[in-house]
């Protein structure tokens, strides 16, 4: 498996919609779970959303449910994050997180590093009038 690398952030006003995507190269990223955390300015990382490889489990933190969608472009070899009704609180540096192993059925929001062993750059997202 190889570093994932993050796209698609930016700067957005509050109630606009921002699309993340995540992509390896190499290795087919549907055989893997993907986590997406957050880190905001003098806050510890979060976790935000995950799938299961094959997509069959997904999980979103309290804050995003309802306005974060994640999802998989299998044709692209891309996990996406789709965020709308963006709020100020939703600015962080944001990554993504490849699983150690293939075809596990489940994903978790914890910053398990032994499980997600493969990490991004992180792109930034900024929420502001």
């Known amino acids: 498996q190889s570093q994932p690398v993050e796209s698609g952030g930016g700067l957005v006003q509050p109630g606009g919609s921002l699309t993340l995507s995540c992509k390896t190269s190499g290795s087919n990223l549907r055989r893997y779970a993907v986590g997406w955390f957050r880190q905001a300015p003098g806050k510890e990382r979060e976790g935000v959303s995950c799938l299961s490889a094959g997509a069959t489990v997904t999980m979103y933190a309290d804050s995003v449910k309802g306005r974060f969608t994640v999802s998989r472009d299998n044709a692209r070899n891309t996990v996406s994050l789709q965020m709308n009704g963006l709020k100020p609180g939703d600015t962080a540096l944001y990554y993504c997180?490849?699983?150690?192993?293939?075809?596990?059925?489940?994903?978790?929001?914890?910053?398990?590093?032994?499980?997600?062993?493969?990490w991004g750059q992180g792109t930034q997202v900024t929420v502001s009038s």
């Open positions: 997180a490849v699983d150690r192993t293939p075809f596990s059925p489940t994903c978790t929001l914890i910053e398990d590093n032994e499980r997600y062993t493969y």
